[in-house]
């Protein structure tokens, strides 16, 4: 019989990917998995899954390891991130926290390497501003702002500064809605001989108006409270990424820090996925 491939849209795609009904006695929508620990076929399946967690082995293709513990993975979470993906042009991989801040924070812990430096564009929102200014820099980074929408500015700041690891950039900049360059950015952070990383807010405009990857950014977060989740009853954070080692490092940062977001929310969440664009469409 001829195999037809079926090409759907992005928003589209967020309704199929991610659950396999086969996996759940085929109920449509996904069970919540309210379970912190996972139990192994056998004592060398759990080898294998640990060998996987701790960089010893390799996972092959699509051979997905064993589950262990829900602080490292579970699988609402699995479902929501891979139903982000296609949300954002670009992604290949994802990663959900248990708010916005936590996104930003386990980015910022996690690419600024020792001796590292930051710069990012100001105004932030308010708490990224604080976690700079209370955290980031009282551990001894050296993080610079610079005043959003001023490429000329950004690319300067980008060329000046030793030991760059990150870029962060919120656009549209909350509260003034000033806009940066991103695509500018990414030329500037690639022109550097030791590439630093450039990460985007995209609470604002994204995943419906605004796709970061696709001008050359490394990571679009997201405070998933707000658009994604779209009703005010829930707190999440989401990043995704081109490159699936940099959300493997991420998640690697999550586990230990413990904020991935819970089973619940990650239902709730993937749940409000599909309508996504016509909200955003309609509301804006
Ligand atoms: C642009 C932006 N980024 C990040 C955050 C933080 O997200 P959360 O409140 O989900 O931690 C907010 C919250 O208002 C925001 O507006």
């Not at 056998?42 to 640990?50: G, H, I, K, L, T």
């Not at 796709?211 to 829930?234: E, M, N, Q, R, V």
């Not at 089973?263 to 804006?284: F, G, K, P, Y």
């Amino acid at each position: 019989m001829r195999k037809i491939s079926y090409r759907v849209r992005p928003e589209t795609a967020v309704l199929t990917r991610g659950f396999d009904p086969k996996l759940s006695v085929g109920s449509a929508r996904p069970p919540v998995y309210r379970s912190s620990t996972f139990v192994f076929p056998s004592p060398e399946a759990a080898e294998r899954a640990f060998g996987i967690v701790l960089g010893k082995i390799r996972p092959l293709g699509d051979d997905r390891p064993d589950l262990i513990y829900a602080r490292l993975n579970h699988p609402n979470a699995e479902i929501l991130e891979q139903q982000l993906v296609p949300l954002e042009r670009g992604a290949n991989s994802a990663a959900v926290f248990n708010s916005g801040m936590a996104a930003i924070f386990t980015v910022i812990l996690a690419f600024l390497e020792r001796g590292g430096s930051l710069i990012y564009t100001q105004p932030l929102y308010g708490g990224s501003q604080h976690l700079i200014h209370q955290i980031i820099e009282p551990l001894g980074f050296d993080a610079r702002g610079v005043p959003a929408g001023n490429t000329k500015a950004l690319t300067e700041a980008i060329e000046q500064a030793n030991n760059l690891s990150l870029v962060l950039i919120e656009t549209p900049a909350n509260p003034t809605l000033v806009m940066t360059d991103i695509a500018q950015a990414a030329a500037a952070v690639r022109r550097k001989p030791k590439r630093p990383l450039l990460a985007i807010d995209n609470t604002l405009l994204g995943p419906t108006f605004q796709h970061p990857l696709i001008h050359g950014a490394d990571l679009a977060i997201y405070s998933a409270t707000k658009f994604l989740g779209g009703f005010s009853d829930l707190l999440a954070g989401a990043v995704l990424a081109t490159d699936p080692e940099l959300i493997e490092t991420l998640t690697g940062v999550r586990a230990l820090l413990g904020n991935i977001l819970q089973a619940d929310e990650c239902w709730i969440l993937d749940s409000r996925l599909s309508t996504v664009a016509l909200r955003m469409n309609r509301q804006s």
